[in-house]
């Protein structure tokens, strides 16, 4: 996990406020701005699944990924984070790098890649040139405050793999994962969060790489 921007995270920041009292900051931030030339800089995280990658034997299959669905109310800029069950607020000036669909798209093209499994990965729109379609749905990326000294990274994720031959899911696979961190800072999530990511793109890989020996498609 990179942070694209090296700039500390402001606490202050989790406001905890809802839409009008973020309209409200967002005035006298306005305020601020105009009276004094200055404004909160906002720090940016992005999510590579870093870890170690296990090398696998390649195959003639070639692989295309799409650009992930996002559930709604993580399809957004801004870090979420999750209190008293189902009430989700967001972090201001915490911003994703990208757009969280595209992001874990490129994560997966980037660890399927290095895996070697495939004959060919790629992420574009000409899909009819591969032989398979890796589908992906980001159901949660947050961070999950489960109490005043316990936080956690939340992501959930579900993935399908289908043949472009004959329009066949050939392969579902799908995980709910948390994680605790250590130090209850924005960035450790989001460190936690690319822990989980790689972890669990290390897990598809190996299901994709049985789905692919059971079908033969070895050069």
């Not at 801004?78 to 967001?90: P, S």
Request: glycine share 6%; proline share 5%.
């Amino acid at each position: 996990m990179n942070r694209v921007n090296r700039i500390t995270p402001i606490s202050s920041a989790r406001s905890g406020l809802g839409a009008p009292g973020v309209c409200a900051v967002l005035f006298v931030i306005s305020t601020l701005v105009n009276c004094f030339g200055t404004s909160q800089e906002p720090v940016y995280y992005a999510l590579e699944g870093t870890g170690p990658v296990t090398p696998r034997t390649r195959t003639a299959a070639t692989l295309v990924v799409t650009r992930f669905e996002v559930h709604a109310p993580y399809d957004r800029p801004e870090l979420v984070y999750r209190q008293k069950g189902r009430e989700l607020r967001f972090y201001p000036f915490d911003l994703w790098a990208s757009k969280p669909g595209r992001m874990m798209a490129e994560a997966a093209t980037g660890h399927l890649r290095a895996a070697g499994l495939f004959a060919n990965v790629s992420m574009r729109s000409t899909a009819g040139l591969a032989d398979y379609e890796l589908r992906g749905e980001v159901v949660t990326v947050e961070e999950l405050d489960v109490g005043e000294r316990d936080w956690r990274a939340h992501l959930a994720m579900r993935f399908e793999l289908v043949s472009l031959a004959t329009g066949e899911v050939v392969l579902r696979h799908a995980f709910d994962s948390e994680r605790p961190v250590a130090v209850r800072t924005v960035s450790a999530v989001a460190q936690a969060l690319d822990e989980i990511l790689g972890a669990e793109l290390t897990n598809l890989t190996t299901l994709l790489a049985e789905q692919l020996a059971r079908t033969a498609q070895v050069p």
